[in-house]
């Protein structure tokens, strides 16, 4: 008898890990870039100039850049302004990513007890640049970097 207690309480929390993994497909069809995020995330903006959801735990914004005059090489030292420019106490060491079709650099920081994830990415195959946050509560900083690494651009 206790062994089959013990199985069906494995087995609801193995099903509730799983349901709360799970993510699903979002799109910016404005820009052209699809990502996935949790099952329960909420859309708050969806225009020409920003792309926002959440839920209680991540919140993600997506904007369009419009400068010419960043690319590759200038790529971190224009991410790490951003972080300063938003006030980031905690800047930690970024790096340099490849995500489907885009290149970029993202950095971690914390600002007054919050995480986030800045990252600017340039699309190897068009001209949409893209500034992409990611605030995240404690404990789910592994959730907010899958978000990022799901970017991909759709035309």
């Known amino acids: 008898m206790k062994s089959l207690l013990f199985a069906a309480t494995a087995f609801l929390c193995f099903a509730a890990t799983n349901l709360s993994a799970q993510m699903t497909d979002m799109h910016w069809d404005t820009h052209g870039v ?3 995020v949790p099952n329960d995330f909420a859309i708050e903006a ?3 100039e920003e792309f926002s959801a959440s839920n209680d735990n991540l919140f993600l914004s997506i904007v369009p850049v419009q400068d010419l005059e960043v690319n590759d090489d200038d790529l971190a030292e224009a991410v790490v302004e951003m972080a300063k420019g938003l006030e980031y106490d905690d800047i930690e060491e970024g790096e340099s990513i490849e ?3 885009f290149t970029g650099y993202y950095i971690k920081g914390r600002k007054d007890g919050v995480n986030a994830i800045v990252m600017a990415v340039l699309d190897k195959q068009s001209s949409t640049n893209l500034l ?6 404690d404990g789910y900083e592994k959730q907010a970097v899958n978000i990022a690494a799901s970017l991909y651009a759709y035309d």
């Open 34 to 36: 699809g990502f996935k």
């Open 99 to 101: 995500v489907d079709d």
């Open 132 to 137: 992409v946050v990611i605030v995240y509560v």
């Open 46 to 48: 969806n225009n020409a």
